[in-house]
């Protein structure tokens, strides 16, 4: 099995690591799922990391992707800001399995990751301008501009959630607080506030990229938002200048972030 290994994907979150191994082709040839080690530190959690790519890891293996929730610096490989990762702030996880395991090694945020699966999906790949939003304990995000990932000037591109709609210290003041699971916590019901201030969110995003498509996931979204996609359309057209709705699609439920991130090293996105 060893030899036919020749892409390691890896999907870190902040309960589970998911690691997966590709043939040449990128079909899945085994994996394996762990509980994340929160306890000790930043020690644990790389033995964790490098536990799991010596299973499957062999002279054959071209390369390893990693996708983190979290800011990133794909050109340095660093994680800028991790906050659900142990000692997540500026690690230099690229050099760190480069220089363990003598490949090629690439370290991206989880929602590009996501983004670049999705894209693979014939119901997106006809579409050059695609953009990923994903609300639920926070909000991600991530777009495909003119048929290539955007990284923009430092990798931060994407960051959606942070884009400020309200400046007084008295109300909330993100995109993120106003519609992922910190305002479910807060408004347990209001829902339709909830599919509002997204529907608003989306019309910013339509009128910065005027995408053909949005992918939509995330557990508040899936739970709370998606059955009213129709209300969810009628705001973002309300609200933008030509009147029109980029395309919604719900994400895929078998989308697999491990492999978006192989096929970002390897730019067959």
């Excluded at 890896?10 to 080690?37: C, H, P, V, W, Y």
């Excluded at 408004?187 to 529907?199: A, D, F, H, Q, R």
């Amino acid at each position: 099995m060893q030899n036919k290994i020749k892409y390691i994907g890896i999907d870190i979150g902040g309960t589970k690591i998911l690691i997966q191994a590709f043939s040449k082709k990128l079909e899945l040839i085994n994996e394996k799922m762990i509980r994340t080690d929160v306890r000790h530190g930043k020690k644990g959690f790389l033995e964790q990391i490098y536990s799991l790519i010596d299973e499957y890891f062999g002279h054959s293996v071209k390369g390893i992707g990693v996708a983190v929730p979290g800011i990133v610096n794909q050109k340095t490989g660093v994680l800028v800001n991790a906050p659900h990762i142990p000692s997540g702030k500026d690690l230099r996880l690229r050099l760190l399995l480069e220089k363990r395991y003598k490949t090629t090694v690439h370290v991206d945020n989880d929602i590009n990751a996501f983004l670049a699966a999705e894209y693979q999906n014939p119901r997106l790949n006809r579409y050059k301008n695609v953009l990923a939003v994903m609300v639920g304990t926070g909000f991600g995000g991530s777009a495909i501009v003119n048929g290539k990932m955007m990284y923009g000037a430092n990798g931060y591109a994407g960051e959606f959630g942070h884009i400020v709609i309200n400046k007084s210290a008295k109300i909330l003041k993100t995109l993120e607080q106003n519609t992922s699971g910190y305002y479910k916590k807060k408004y347990p019901k209001l829902t339709n506030e909830l599919v509002e201030n997204l529907g608003i969110g989306l019309t910013n995003l339509n009128l910065i990229f005027n995408p053909d498509a949005i992918v939509l996931g995330g557990s508040v979204y899936l739970n709370h938002v998606s059955r009213n996609k129709k209300k969810l359309e009628r705001v973002i057209t309300k609200h933008s200048l030509a009147k029109q709705s980029p395309k919604l699609f719900d994400a895929g439920s078998q989308t697999s972030v491990a492999r978006g991130v192989v096929l970002l090293m390897s730019d067959l996105c």
